[in-house]
């Protein structure tokens, strides 16, 4: 039928789509055990392409490949592939090698991948998994603690892209998201500091018992890595009350319509800290350096009191997490950082700035915000990590004074 404005216009069809997509984040302790068929049920009757990295490949690789070749004894069922990882290699060539070894082992549109490792393998599987034979079923087995209460629990594949973190990618739903605990005892500190810098970020944001509990307990934690025959399960328990935080925040939001994210504390800056460093510094730490910067501009705003302010500072540094690079964090590189992420939310700003422990806002458009603060954030805090807070010396024996 014609439109009557428009006489060359002609609806042919209209079509729709409304499927309502479900998965789950669970945690399995003992995941490749022969005990345990949990994950053959999942994928059993299927072609299966198993990838992970070197780091996991050396640690778990025999454990993994005797519960499969338990499992599925027939040859050819399941196949295994490492790829490099570091962000170097988080890259479309790594995606496309992915796919040609899918090809390779005649993976059909009925097999599926299983990505085990960090954020670097879950991502890349994701978008291969996403484009091989236009998508095919993947899980994701989450090895490190920014896999685990983060990477893991979202829908977000990408990888990097001509100088550009995370530029190209998409949303894809794994067929299931695994935690397994007993994986985290390998890791080194560095990996666990990047994880609790996630978890830092969502008890400042949301959960004010979860940062108090992280300033009681890192210290246990960095000893044992949520090993639960060591600790007790109320420091376990973190894990999983981060990952609630984190899935309440996405849920509604899977596809970021609205770029009003709070789970953005602390990941504005910190794609171009972590660029120019040439990652040097690790995801999570240019999370914690974006964190602490954030934080000043709120106390400079008024927003948030001093000893909030210094309460972050002191359990970032406390931990060990960078917050401050006075190469990287020139006034000009950060404010590239400001201008891509303007560009990545459609002209928003949506700076996620800390209102109290377990509080948060926004300051929601660029032209409420005057560079002149980041300039004198970026100075302060130029000042304060010189300061090097200890844990002794974090309240009333400060080394230096973090007000104004
Ligand atoms: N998709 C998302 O929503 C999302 C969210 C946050 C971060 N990310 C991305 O995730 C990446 C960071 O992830 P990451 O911190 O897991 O880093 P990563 O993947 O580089 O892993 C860190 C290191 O730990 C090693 N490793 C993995 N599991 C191990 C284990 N059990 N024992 C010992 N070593 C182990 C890895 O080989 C690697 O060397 C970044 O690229 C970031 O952009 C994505």
């Known amino acids: ?50 990838i992970s990295g070197p780091t996991v490949s050396k640690l778990y690789g025999q454990k993994i490949q005797a519960y499969f070749n338990y499992f599925f004894p027939l040859q050819g069922h399941v196949n295994f592939l490492q790829i490099k990882t570091g962000e170097e290699n988080k890259n479309l060539h790594t995606v496309q090698e992915i796919c040609k070894a899918a090809q390779d082992y005649k993976i059909d549109r009925q097999g599926i991948f299983i990505a085990i490792g960090g954020g670097i393998v879950l991502d890349t599987v994701g978008l291969a998994a996403s484009i091989y034979k236009k998508s095919v079923d993947y899980i994701k087995i989450n090895t490190t603690l920014v896999a685990q209460v983060d990477v893991g629990v ?49 008890g400042i944001i949301l959960n004010r018992q979860l940062f108090e509990m992280l300033e009681q307990r890192f210290q246990n934690i960095m000893q044992h890595k949520f090993d639960l025959s060591k600790m007790k399960q109320i420091d376990c328990d973190i894990i999983s009350d981060s990952i609630t935080g984190m899935a309440a925040q ?36 240019a999370v914690a ?14 927003k948030l009191g001093l000893e909030a302010f210094e309460r972050i500072i002191g359990l970032l540094t406390n931990i060990g997490l960078p917050i401050f690079d006075a190469e990287i964090c020139t006034f000009d590189n950060l404010w590239m950082g400001v201008e891509k992420t303007i560009i990545r939310k459609n002209g928003d700003f949506n700076l996620v700035i800390p209102l109290d422990i377990g509080h948060a806002s926004f300051i929601f458009s660029i032209s409420d915000f005057d560079p002149a603060i980041l300039r004198q954030a970026i100075a302060d805090m130029n000042i304060i990590s010189n300061c090097k807070l200890t844990l002794a010396s974090k309240y009333e024996k400060r080394a230096c004074h973090l007000g104004r």
């Open 1 to 50: 039928m014609a439109d009557d404005k428009h006489d060359s216009i002609t609806q042919l069809a209209q079509i729709e789509e409304r499927i309502l997509k479900t998965y789950q984040v669970i945690s399995c302790q003992n995941l490749f055990s022969p005990e345990n068929s949990f994950l053959y049920e999942r994928c059993k009757g299927r072609k299966i392409l198993i």
């Open 154 to 202: 979202g829908i977000k594949a990408a990888v990097n892209f001509h100088e550009s973190k995370n530029e190209i990618g998409t949303y894809k739903f794994p067929l299931l998201s695994i935690n397994d605990p007993s994986f985290l005892k390998t890791l080194n500190d560095r990996e666990i500091r990047c994880g609790l810098s996630e978890m830092i970020k969502m």
């Open 250 to 285: 996405l849920r509604p939001n899977l596809y970021e319509t609205d770029t009003k994210r709070l789970v953005d504390f602390g990941h504005t800056l910190s794609p171009q800290i972590e660029m120019t460093s040439v990652y040097r510094y690790k995801h999570g730490e």
């Open 289 to 302: 350096i974006d964190m602490a910067i954030s934080s000043r501009i709120a106390y400079l705003l008024g």
